[in-house]
């Protein structure tokens, strides 16, 4: 299983913008599938943007228009950018390739917006 490493979050206005990454350990070329989750206390880990090898992309429809993920095979990193933050977006965020049933979650990336 390819190791995952988030970071970018933060504290940040509603309205603002942050940009996560996703570090792996080995290329993600040959990966078909690459998600990023966001999971608030007390609530269920949804699925908020995916992305397939061959560039196609689906959001959920809380994010969409608003945030963006994206691929750089050379720095084996998947990005989510995030801009026109609201405060109902605070959450941990994660990524992981799919399905993730089994597979391991890392710490995450914490992402506060405040009003």
């Known amino acids: 299983q390819v190791q995952l490493v988030e970071s970018g979050g933060g504290l940040v206005q509603a309205g603002g913008s942050l940009r996560l990454s996703c570090a792996a350990s080995g290329s993600i070329s040959s990966i078909n599938l690459m998600g990023w989750y966001r999971q608030a206390p007390g609530k269920q880990r949804e699925l908020v943007a995916l992305s397939t090898s061959g560039g196609r992309t689906t959001y959920a429809d809380s994010v969409k228009g608003r945030f963006t993920i994206s691929r750089d095979n050379a720095k084996n990193t998947v990005y989510l950018q995030m801009n026109s933050l609201k405060p109902e977006d605070t959450a941990g965020y994660y990524c992981?390739?799919?399905?993730?049933?089994?597979?391991?979650w890392g710490q995450g990336t914490q992402v506060t917006v405040s009003s």
């Open positions: 992981n390739t799919l399905p993730t049933l089994g597979k391991r």
